[in-house]
């Protein structure tokens, strides 16, 4: 019987620690707790579909970042479930890499699971939160991000509560226009909290808005406004700025550490730039045969007749569909690897908890049989071309993955 643990996380190198740093005061690399709580079910007697997460990969893409970096640490912001990859999975393995100095998040909830799943390097939110939910993150020792106008007020009660100073980022908005304080009145903002002993400023940020021209402006913003602090004497931490795109596109956005995401879990920012960097993919997708049958000429598979076959043919039927977070729009354009071949999914082929393939005029598949429907096993299912020929965003396509997941893991 072999257990849904032993699929989750693939790569022998994940409990011997081959990406842990030898240097004093760097956390040892640890093996996700979350795997640790996965149902001991048999995969070899069940039909669920399941995800992969290869470790190896994404160790690969880290080290890949940090050369494009020149060398520079690296935060890893592992964000939305890590797109759909499990943050208690992914977090854990990123951060068991020496070039990685910390974990950046998007939500609460997130870090303080991470945390749970035994990351111990540094951690910020890039978020400005509610002030329990501060002191939560706080006694987790998640350093804060601060852009409100009332930052320095709500900062002084939590560190008063806390009865400690509050280590914090601060987030400049230099034209993203999205969050961050508006650079254009930052300077006295951050001369005010520089000046009060419960705050503690770890470091300073912008966020680009991954156009070349406008980026170039930003980062000049950026430095105007951390040279004028610097002429007052006001020390801003660890700078930075460059998240995937701007790693590949603006070297000078590099500053202290770069602060990156999709190019972690093997997404290009660019079709230009892939002779500039080999990233992998990280995970597989994979799911049973759990149905093989023949059809006559002129009959049909799925709904709507999409496909109608003009021969005696082979069908094999995957238990997996979109409820899943294999897109709906791969039918009909995408392969899947079994035994080594490849085989098309049929046009209309993808329901809400199935998939339908041709295997053509020999039964080449039997019921048992592993697909994989995404990975690195073969250009042709590659997640990125899945993505390209289902024309979705690849962050989106496997942002779907999170319920397949949670099924996983509980
Ligand atoms: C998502 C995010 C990043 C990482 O972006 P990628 O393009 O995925 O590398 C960096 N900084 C902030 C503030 C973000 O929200």
Known sequence: MVSRRRFLVTSAALASGACASTSPGVPKPVTPQSARRLRPGGL????????????????????????????????????????????????????????????????????????????????LILCEVAEDEARELVANSVMLSCWFDDSRTRLERVAQRMRKPISVHLFVDTGLNREGMPHHRALPWIEDLATRKSIRIQGTYHMFVHDLEYDRVQHTRFLALVEAARKRGIRLGTLHAAPTFELFYLPESRLDMVRVSNALVGNYPGEDVRDRALLKPVFRLKARVIRVEQIQAGESAGFRRGFITDRPTWLALLSVGHTDGFPITAAGTCRVLINGHLYPIVTGGISSTYTILEIGSERRVEVGDTATLMGADDPAIDPLSVAAKAQLPFQQMITKFSALLRRQLT
């Open 44 to 123: 070899e007697s069940g039909y669920d579909p399941w995800l992969e997460i290869d470790a190896a990969a994404l160790r690969h893409n880290v080290r890949e970042v940090a050369r494009l970096a020149g060398g520079r640490p690296i935060m890893a912001v592992v964000k939305n479930n890590a797109y759909g990859l499990g943050d208690t999975l992914v977090g854990p393995l990123l951060s068991s890499c020496s070039e990685v100095v910390g974990i950046a998040c998007a939500r609460v909830d997130e870090a303080l699971a991470m945390r749970k799943a035994g990351v111990s390097k540094p951690m």
